[in-house]
């Protein structure tokens, strides 16, 4: 009965859904695919990633692909397919590799079969991608860490500063250029590697931004993320990443104590004290989950249960470090 039930569900879904290629309906349905997984509904979990996917004509995310191996494993249902159509859409190998599933493949004796797809689709793939666009942003994501991996550390905090500075100010003039002139360099452009930071790494880029540098490609952006070309999750961090600080590290209190003030729009920094993690507080819980739905972003409530999180509180967090004396 319950098989006949979701067989029901995803034809009303696929019929309502079929005039559109909506991606925000799409992260809807990875999020209660998600949700679903995590309370070990496994069949409703594999039904809902079937529908999304079918709803953006198989272009889903890497990574939700990647996710949907891993429950249709437990389901017992065709994994396989979701590995190579992840694989179509930017997953990499390595990432099935580091995982444990690779072991479960390698039970399966799938492990020779799997790696002869993977080349022939990666290049396929890659192919569809512009070259010199993603090589110029593998060598500004070079750029950006070889200055943030300590190699200048030598000169000191301030000369340091100045030339991340320069270094961070090129690649927001590079990226507004292609902006202007492609369109934000998203996966469509450059390739989605499934959540894998280093080469290709847009959001990392995006993080190391002030404010109003974010905020003048938040249009590019958001057009992005509505084509189903760049996750919300990215500018969500790097937007919460840039702007949540209301105090800088050389702000002082009354008493001449260096003070930390942080709050939130979206919610989706973390931090961990004492061996626990939480999330830096938010002006309020209702604001926050308008500004995330308007970008295609689960709720608060649903985040915080994804990552293992207690809510953030509502406010500000406030860390006074004394002056020595």
């Not at 190579?84 to 580091?98: C, M, S, T």
């Not at 991996?149 to 961070?168: A, C, E, H, I, P």
């Not at 934000?184 to 590697?193: I, S, T």
Request: with cysteine.
């Amino acid at each position: 009965m319950r098989k006949i039930i979701n067989i029901l569900f995803l034809i009303n879904t696929i019929t309502c859904f079929s005039q559109t290629n909506d991606f925000f309906r799409y992260y809807s349905l990875i999020n209660q695919a998600e949700i679903a997984n995590i309370k070990k509904d496994f069949v409703k979990s594999d039904s809902l990633y079937y529908v999304a996917f079918t709803l953006v004509n198989n272009r889903g995310y890497a990574y939700d692909y990647f996710m949907a191996t891993k429950n249709a494993i437990q389901n017992k249902s065709d994994y396989l397919k979701y590995i190579e159509q992840g694989f179509e859409n930017g997953l990499l190998y390595k990432i099935i590799k580091a995982d444990t599933i690779y072991n479960y493949l390698k039970r399966e004796k799938l492990i020779k079969k799997l790696k002869n797809k993977y080349k022939k689709i990666r290049s396929k793939y890659l192919s569809t991608l512009n070259s010199t666009l993603r090589d110029e942003i593998a060598e500004m994501v070079k750029e950006d860490q070889k200055y943030r991996k300590g190699r200048y550390s030598v000169m000191g905090w301030q000369k340091q500063k100045t030339f991340l500075n320069k270094v961070d100010n090129r690649n927001y003039n590079k990226i507004l250029y292609i902006c202007k002139n492609y369109g934000f360099p998203g996966r469509n452009l450059v390739g989605d590697d499934g959540n894998e930071i280093g080469f290709v790494d847009v959001p990392l880029l995006l993080r190391h931004m002030d404010s109003i540098q974010l905020i003048s490609l938040k249009p590019y952006i958001l057009e992005s993320i509505k084509k189903g070309n760049f996750h919300p999750s990215h500018f969500a961090f790097a937007y919460d990443y840039v702007t949540m600080f209301k105090t800088t590290v050389d702000d002082l209190d009354d008493e001449g104590n260096n003070i930390l003030i942080i709050q939130q729009k979206l919610g989706i920094v973390t931090r961990f004290e004492n061996g626990k993690k939480f999330l830096f507080p938010v002006e309020s819980i209702k604001k926050a989950n308008e500004l995330r739905a308007k970008i295609g972003l689960e709720s608060l409530e649903d985040y915080a249960l994804k990552i293992k999180c207690k809510m953030p509180d509502e406010g500000f967090y406030k860390r006074t470090f004394k002056k020595n004396k």
